[in-house]
């Protein structure tokens, strides 16, 4: 069985479009297409009844992932809220790369073991740690609710109308949600498995205690403290980071434990065996990267991309060079905060150069 089959969509006018083609977590295959379904409103509100039904009936879910959604009125709108927060954020990271993270092609990636391919497992994996912790304690998740840790007093959080991020749930329940299995001889499994589970730690790594203090006349009469999650686009910035500096894995074969294992690769061509070289913060692959620049199974390639021709055109048209384009835009200028209540601005027109590749 395979790891994790990555959670990718991104939202076009009124639609979402949702991968999840998976195989061992989600119970799936790799075969899947890309699904396109209509965004759906919010079920916590009492006047949609049972509207996250139809949401989970929507998604491509295993058996047993149908029925905790199901039971779970607040969890498909957090998977939602995953997809959009993982597209989002990794378009974001790579919009200055050759690959820049698009839909198109991305099915094809998955069945790959790319630097991209770990990012996408990565990201989505703490996209949907994230949005879970984040559902527990906006009160969607009828199941949990704020963070339960011994040191705090939730009672006391609810009150001052703080609610800390219940991150210990949404881990506990995302592993029974996945479903781990054991992945055997499965090299890319244990590849998959690994780069998910550096999701969830990147996400865990930025768990951070706020307090806030009240009292008369500003003492700290009484301390409030939650646990709140960094802002995603840390944990984006982290995961680009250990992109920029992701581990190729070789297989190696122990014919004494009659199983294979991943090793990284040594100074002089020697192989340090087992997983213990690998550490849990990096993220692994098996193969070198297509160039991304021509149109492939694997993207669209960078002709008619938008580049800066002092930061990265060159990368990105691969040579092919680039087109200089003026215009002219406009812009609020003059701005002027009027009594009592509102900004009155001018209307400017600048000129525009832009540069997009061949």
């Given amino acids: 069985m395979r790891g994790l089959e990555t959670l990718a969509a991104a939202a076009a006018a009124a639609y979402l479009l949702l991968v999840l083609p998976a195989h061992a977590y989600f119970g799936l295959t790799r075969r899947e297409a890309l699904i396109q379904f209509p965004v759906l409103a919010s079920s916590t509100n ?8 139809k949401q989970c009936d929507l998604l491509r879910l295993s058996s047993k992932q149908k029925r905790l959604c199901r039971r779970e009125p607040g969890l498909a709108e957090a998977l939602r809220d995953a997809i959009r927060l993982g597209i989002v954020e990794c378009q974001y990271q790579f919009r200055n790369e050759r690959w820049n993270c698009s839909l198109d092609g991305r099915s094809n990636l998955l069945n790959q073991s790319f630097k991209e391919t770990a990012f996408l497992y990565a990201v989505s994996s703490a996209a949907l740690t ?13 199941r949990c609710t704020c963070d339960d840790s011994p040191d705090l007093e939730n009672r006391k959080a609810w009150q001052w109308g703080v ?34 589970n550096m999701g969830i730690k990147a996400v865990k790594n930025g768990l951070k205690t706020t307090c806030k203090c009240h009292g008369v006349s500003g003492s ?18 982290l995961l680009k980071l250990r992109y ?9 074969s122990n014919d004494a434990m009659d199983h294979s ?21 990096d993220l692994v692959y098996m193969e070198d990267s297509p160039t991304f620049c021509s149109p492939s199974k694997f993207s669209v390639g960078t002709a008619g991309r938008t580049c800066s021709r002092e930061v990265n055109c060159d990368s ?25 209540c509102y900004v009155e601005c001018q209307q400017c027109m600048q000129e525009e150069v832009v540069y997009t590749c061949k």
């Avoid at 009492?46 to 039904?53: E, I, Q, T, V």
């Avoid at 994230?130 to 906006?138: D, F, K, P, Q, T």
């Avoid at 609610?163 to 890319?188: A, E, M, P, T, Y």
């Avoid at 500096?245 to 190696?252: D, I, M, Q, W, Y």
Wanted: hydrophobic share 35%; glycine share 8%; charged share 20%.
């Fill in 46 to 53: 009492p006047a949609h009844g049972k509207a996250h039904l």
């Fill in 130 to 142: 994230h949005s879970l912790a984040r559902a527990c304690s906006v009160g969607r998740m009828e």
């Fill in 163 to 196: 609610c800390g991020d219940n991150l210990k749930f949404s881990i506990r329940f995302l592993k029974n949600f996945l479903g781990q299995r054991k992945v055997g001889k499965d090299l890319q499994a244990k590849v998959d498995m690994h780069n998910t």
């Fill in 220 to 237: 700290c009469a009484v301390r409030t403290c939650w646990k709140q999650l960094s802002p995603f686009h840390e944990t984006g910035r």
């Fill in 244 to 252: 920029d500096h992701a581990v190729k894995v070789l297989s190696t």
């Fill in 261 to 281: 294992e991943l090793a990284r690769p040594q100074r002089h061509g020697r192989l340090s065996k087992g997983t213990a070289a690998l550490r849990p913060t």
């Fill in 316 to 340: 990105m048209c691969c040579g092919r060079g680039y087109n200089t384009q003026s215009r002219m835009v406009t812009f609020a200028c003059h701005c002027q905060v009027q009594w009592c």
